[in-house]
């Protein structure tokens, strides 16, 4: 890991003339700064052809070091001795030039910042400050990022031992140019300073920043646009490993004395490959965006994945393949970090800083042989415990939960050396499946639970089917966490309404929960909803199978199996139908209920999609999804009680509205309904117009919408009688904020606008052009479908559209409605990150459902040229190869249209 390389000034002599030219010219840094350039370059372009032909990601980062080095080496060798020459220099004179942080270590991203130490003996002189300055101003004349510091020796001795940001910079301390025995004396002087110190507030303080910058950066590990520097399991994770192994052992290089002595060979096996991977994907990364960047956005992903040689196998594209891979290094570097802090705990250097742990009594033995605590947290007396009775791997986290205890990192480490011993057996058998489902079904904190029995892979042994989705990706943006991430969520999710903690957003479910008579049905229904994702017959067909053979070898009875595959096969369908049909029509209700079949179901139904669509990301659930799935679940419920799923009032919220415009005989109203936004369960303005019917009315509405920057994410419309109907639009600004709520003027004008466009007679309103889409945004590749069915409802024909989201689209698509004479009874508007799937009920301007014919194929024809309208370039000028995003967890009810009927329309 060492392998040091130093730059000498040999280059400089090999440009002797020009650099001469230069310390002639009226103003050398304009003269030299292009030579510093140019070195730069020649190095870099000789890192990146290595990077290109297959080189290590840390040998990579070498050379782009290296590349750094001889560039200023050559600048400092110009400044020093050319421009600002000292003959005979004092002691006082005498200055270094010193790289710092990561480039002290010698590793560098192509476009990473320099930091560097300017190195006096005592107070500074007008010559130090005449090197610096000028050296720092050609720096900065090429555009690098530079952070940089001038001290003294003894002012960096007495910051270090105060200030844990200047001793970790100084730890990885290496002379680049100027007086090297200055370097080494302060080289030295820390060393022996760091040896003696206690190393346990080094030790902490980079613990708590570690967690600061997890924080700061996401704390989830598997987010689907992750942070490779500074994300958990990210390069600067091992950093930590790093500063710490050298501040316990500062004169050895990368503290490999430490690594050693600390970490297993398997374990620093792991180290190097984390190390080599992260860097590797960093580099390709600044490369691909010609700039420092550190998230792994969408954008740069199928790139990236290009550059390192991936490609797409089966089903899985190259992209989704890379990312399982990031996933899984990053998983490594979790565990990593585990053991290392088991390690330094029990050798007594990792400082606890909490009272609990500083005065917890000593080791206590529990009831389970071998099981006992430390400190406060659930311990083994070692991985002997688990070969001798393998169950106990299971057992250990049923304790954990139970005990409501962390688990400590020696157990961690435990388990982690024994996972050979999950096998056929241990799968099958009775006490350990029992464990485990205490852990699921009956827990008190399954997410935090089963999230360690994921981190530490007992969870993907024990359950194959769950291991085949681990740091498994979905190309698209509707996701934020890797798979697993998403279920052990929405488990999690499914206890916070069982103990009432989410009353607020979920009170329908968080009522009926409780009269659901299977709850272990329902929690291995979700645990197992999604391990179908990636299968050749579909994520619903091949999820029902895995989740058959997961139960059988749990021992699960045969009528509580036949419930579990069924949620597994109908997990979508009530999120579906809520919204992208019309629930206030009958017809779809029966359907609905047929499909179902009993109240058990729906009430299971109604938990898990609620649990499902809030796990997908922050903001996706709001409380107009969860309207929609409740005006669903009523209806049903209430045929099942055998009610009249016609007496639920589509009107319901919006009276007021319609008393005023009945009474008014008013062209139109409009109103906002703020409620629940304000606590942030809707992330949505909500805005409401009642009108007289007529042709173009929506076309015209969404159309203002559009033109005054509302983006629309959920629409309905229908009659509500005496020739009034009821247009209903959720809207957000550009930055996904409720419409309206840090500008009111702009909602004040956007209802002013929209009461003339629902007038009688209003002017044609123009569909804005749509703006130039974000480099993330055109990175997916949407495939538009069309689909009419004539056959669901009885007086209308259901027009699905599925393609690419952008500002407009519902503008656009019903403007080519209304131009071909259709009359757009209901409509249903649903967004799924980059892809828009709306639905519309249509009739003939006489009310009549259409017919097929030409009318319909002109029809399909014009909503695709909608569909199909060509990108704006991308915003920030990029050139963008767009790959196709994955839809294999968006169900659009028009492909299983199609494949029940062959064909669509």
């Given at each position: ?9 040999t ?9 001469a ?11 030299v700064a ?6 730069l ?36 060798h ?22 710092v ?34 050296v720092?101003?050609?720096l ?8 940089s ?86 390069l ?33 096996r ?26 792994l ?18 089903d ?82 049923r304790?954990m ?8 990192p ?63 990706t ?33 009170p329908?479910?968080s009522e ?12 291995l ?8 994702k ?42 579906d ?23 058990e ?18 903001g ?12 669903l ?21 919006f ?12 062209a ?6 703020w ?37 629309v994410?959920?629409a ?28 009111p ?9 929209l009461t ?46 599925s ?19 259709w ?31 030409k ?15 060509a ?6 000028g ?28």
């Amino acid at each position: 890991m060492s392998d040091r390389r130093r730059a000498t000034p040999t280059t400089a002599a090999a440009v002797a003339d020009a650099w001469a030219a230069a310390a002639r010219a009226a103003d050398p840094r304009v003269v030299v700064a292009p030579l510093v350039g140019e070195l730069l370059a020649a190095g870099r372009d000789r890192a990146t052809r290595r990077l290109e032909a297959g080189g290590d990601g840390v040998e990579v980062a070498r050379l782009y070091a290296q590349a750094a080095d001889e560039a200023l080496s050559a600048l400092w060798h110009f400044a020093a001795d050319g421009l600002f020459p000292a003959a005979n220099p004092t002691q006082a004179e005498r200055l270094s030039l010193l790289a710092v942080g990561g480039y002290g270590r010698g590793v560098l991203a192509p476009f990473s910042d320099l930091d560097l130490l300017f190195l006096r003996p005592w107070k500074t002189t007008p010559r130090a400050e005449q090197v610096t300055e000028f050296v720092l101003y050609v720096l900065w004349d090429l555009g690098l990022k530079v952070g940089s510091a001038a001290r003294s020796v003894d002012e960096c001795l007495k910051l270090a031992k105060s200030d844990m940001t200047v001793r970790t910079a100084l730890l990885e301390a290496r002379p680049l140019a100027g007086d090297a025995a200055l370097a080494e004396e302060m080289i030295g002087r820390f060393r022996v300073q760091v040896r003696k110190a206690d190393p346990r507030p080094f030790i902490a303080a980079k613990l708590a920043e570690r967690d600061a910058r997890h924080e700061k950066a996401g704390a989830v590990r598997n987010r689907v646009e992750p942070n490779v520097k500074d994300g958990k399991g990210g390069l600067r994770d091992l950093n930590v490993l790093f500063w710490i192994a050298r501040g316990l052992s500062p004169e050895s290089p990368d503290g490999e004395a430490t690594l050693a002595d600390i970490l297993t060979s398997r374990e620093r096996r792991l180290f190097a490959e984390a190390f080599d991977f992260l860097w590797r994907v960093r580099h390709h990364m600044h490369l691909t965006a010609g700039r420092a960047v550190e998230s792994l956005t969408f954008d740069l992903q199928p790139e990236v994945a290009r550059r390192m040689g991936w490609r797409g196998r089966g089903d899985e594209p190259a992209v989704e393949r890379f990312m399982r891979r990031y996933f899984i290094v990053a998983g490594d570097v979790g565990a990593l970090t585990r053991a290392f802090s088991a390690q330094l705990e029990a050798r007594g250097q990792k400082a606890t800083m909490t009272l609990s742990r500083l005065f917890a009594p000593r080791p206590k033995k529990l009831a389970t042989e071998g099981f006992l605590t430390v400190g406060g947290r659930l311990s083994v007396t070692g991985a002997e415990v688990f070969a001798a009775d393998p169950v106990k791997l299971l057992d250990l986290f049923r304790v954990m939960d139970a005990e409501d205890l962390d688990l400590h990192p020696d157990a961690f480490a435990a388990v982690s050396r024994s996972l050979h011993l999950v096998t056929p057996q241990l799968r099958r058998n009775p006490e350990a499946a029992r464990a485990f489902l205490d852990v699921l079904a009956r827990g008190q904190r399954p997410y935090r639970v089963l999230s360690v029995m994921n981190a530490v892979g007992l969870l993907g042994r024990f359950l194959p089917e769950w291991g085949r989705i681990v740091g498994q990706t979905q190309f698209n943006m509707y996701h934020a966490y890797t798979v697993d991430e998403h279920t052990l969520q929405a488990v999690g999710i499914i206890n916070d309404i069982q103990r009432g903690k989410l009353k607020d957003d979920h009170p329908l479910a968080s009522e009926i929960v409780h009269r659901i008579a299977d709850p272990e049905a329902l929690m291995l229904g979700m645990l197992l909803h999604d391990v179908g994702k990636g299968g050749d017959r579909g994520q619903l067909e091949d999820g029902a199978i895995a989740a058959r053979r997961a139960c059988q070898r749990l021992g699960v009875d045969a009528r509580r199996i036949e419930l579990v595959c069924w949620l597994v096969a109908n997990h979508l369908a009530l999120s579906d139908v809520a919204q992208k049909r019309d629930v206030s029509d009958p017809a779809t209700v029966r359907a609905f209920a047929e499909r179902v079949g009993d109240p058990e179901r729906l009430r299971m139904l109604l938990v898990l999609t609620a649990a499902d669509v809030r796990a997908v990301g922050p903001g996706v659930f709001n409380s107009w999804k969860g309207g929609l799935m409740r005006d669903l679940f009523l209806r049903v419920d209430a045929l099942f009680r055998g009610e009249d799923a016609d007496e639920l009032d589509p009107t319901e919220g919006f009276e007021a509205l319609l008393e005023r415009a009945q009474a008014e005989g008013a062209a139109a109203d409009a109103v906002v309904d703020w409620e629940g936004d304000r606590h942030g369960g809707r992330a949505t303005t909500r805005v409401a117009v009642a009108a007289p019917d007529r042709p173009r009315l929506f076309a015209d509405l969404a159309a203002v919408l559009a033109a005054e920057g509302a983006d629309v994410v959920g629409a309905r419309i229908g009659s509500v009688g005496d020739g009034l109907t009821l247009d209903v639009f959720e809207v957000q600004d550009g930055a996904a904020r409720p419409y309206g709520q840090d500008e009111p003027r702009r909602l004040s004008r956007l209802l002013e606008r929209l009461t003339g466009a629902a007038g009688t007679k209003p002017a044609r309103q123009a569909v804005p052009p749509a703006a130039a889409p974000s480099a993330r945004r055109a990175t997916f590749e949407v495939r538009p479908v069309v689909m009419i069915d004539l056959e669901t409802v009885d007086d209308a024909a259901v027009v699905e559209v599925s393609g690419p989201d952008r500002p407009g689209l519902l503008a656009a698509l019903a403007g080519a409605l209304a131009d071909g004479g259709w009359q757009v009874r209901s409509a249903h508007v649903a967004g799924f990150g980059e892809r828009a799937v709306d639905a519309f009920y249509l009739t003939d301007r006489d009310g009549a459902k259409p017919k097929p014919g030409k009318r319909l194929d002109a029809l399909r024809d014009a909503l695709t040229t909608v569909l199909e309208a060509a990108p704006a370039p991308v915003a920030d000028g990029r050139r963008i190869t767009p790959v196709r995003a994955s839809t294999r967890d968006v169900s659009d009810l028009s492909r299983a249209t199609v494949s029940r009927r062959g064909k669509a329309g």
